[in-house]
């Protein structure tokens, strides 16, 4: 059984950086691609981020320039590195991984982010 585990949220200042991390538990046999999103109070669920199994990365134009998704192969980890946080920034980030040998998405149980003075 797949388990993706998130930890980093919190609640921090405007102009604050916070990094995500997300351990993928259990066996994933081809991950095609890793990323994070995120849902605010009454929005639709967006892709913040995300890297292939190749490493190509792409960013909603929102965080460009303020975020960072990397990976470690190895470890089965990615992270997302959040600096320069803004409130509109708060909201559940959610680490998503791609099966590509079955097709199938996994999800993290999400971890709070609240940027707020």
């Known amino acids: 059984q797949v388990q993706l585990v998130e930890s980093g949220g919190g609640l921090v200042q405007p102009g604050g950086s916070l990094r995500l991390s997300c351990a993928v538990a259990g066996s994933i046999f081809g991950i095609r691609a890793m990323g994070w999103y995120r849902q605010a109070p009454g929005k639709e669920r967006e892709l913040v981020a995300g890297v292939t199994s190749g490493g190509n990365t792409n960013y909603v134009d929102s965080v460009k320039g303020r975020f960072t998704i990397s990976r470690d192969k190895d470890k089965k980890m990615v992270y997302l590195q959040m600096n320069s946080l803004k409130p509109a920034d708060t909201a559940v980030y959610y680490c998503?991984?791609?099966?590509?040998?079955?097709?199938?998405?996994?999800w993290g149980q999400g971890t709070q982010v609240t940027v707020s003075s």
């Open positions: 998503n991984v791609i099966d590509g040998t079955l097709e199938y998405d996994y």
